[in-house]
T-cell receptor
């Protein structure tokens, strides 16, 4: 049981490049979310999904796209990377019966130069 | 909008001692969940303990317990018999009970160091 798997663990991008952060969970969880963690600011919600085919914006959605074609996968796309998107990104999931406890992935450290 | 405040950026304590991390929050909601997450140097976010606002009894998980004061909007974490493995960042988080709204609001964290 792998839990929540994020790839890659580290990435360096040039300004203007695009990339996709991958997130997969094998727990058949309905809910999945993406957060970014910046120094001194805790974690902030980017996008979330309550099931396949359903996504919605969080607190800081600008510059990011998501889709949820399957229950297992919830990729985060950066269309044109900016230095302000340098951060650590976390994917998290929970099931309907999980009593609101989210399971987090190990994070992706992204640097945009 | 909800806010979560952790007023202690850093704390340190001797191994085997007890330490309390503070957290206050601001909300107009009546039904919600509160959490403490631990983030060790490995960067993994680990759920330590959770509290349902409608429950008056404080949650306990082994050496970890909370002091939940709903009227004061306070949610402190007590770690008893602290161990070196407790060294980590600790985040307090809030989530209101609202189907389809899955936002966790985090505080800025407290860096806890356990001294041998």
């Amino acid at each position: 049981n792998a839990g929540v798997t994020q790839t890659p663990k580290f990435q360096v991008l040039k300004t203007g490049q695009s990339m996709t952060l991958q997130c997969a969970q094998d727990m058949n969880h309905e809910y999945m979310s993406w957060y970014r963690q910046d120094p001194g600011m805790g974690l902030r919600l980017i996008h979330y999904s309550v099931g396949a085919g359903i996504t919605d914006q969080g607190e800081v959605p600008n510059g990011y796209n998501v889709s949820r074609s399957t229950t297992e996968d919830f990729p985060l796309r950066l269309l044109s990377a900016a230095p302000s998107q340098t951060s650590v990104y976390f994917c998290a999931s929970r099931g309907l019966s999980e009593n609101y406890g989210y399971t987090f992935g190990s994070g992706t450290r992204l640097t945009v130069v | 909008a909800q806010t979560v405040t952790q007023s202690q950026p850093e704390m340190s304590v001797q191994e085997a001692e007890t330490v309390t991390l503070s957290c206050t929050y601001d909300t107009s909601e009546n039904n919600y969940y509160l959490f403490w997450y631990k983030q060790p140097p490995s960067r993994q976010m680990i759920l330590v303990i959770r509290q349902e606002a409608y429950k008056q009894q404080n949650a306990t998980e082994n050496r970890f317990s909370v002091n939940f004061q709903k009227a004061a909007k306070s949610f402190s974490l007590k770690i008893s018999d602290s161990q070196l493995g407790d060294t980590a960042m600790y985040f307090c988080a809030f989530m209101k009970l609202n189907f389809g709204n899955e936002k966790l609001t985090f505080g800025t964290g407290t860096r806890l160091t356990i001294i041998p």
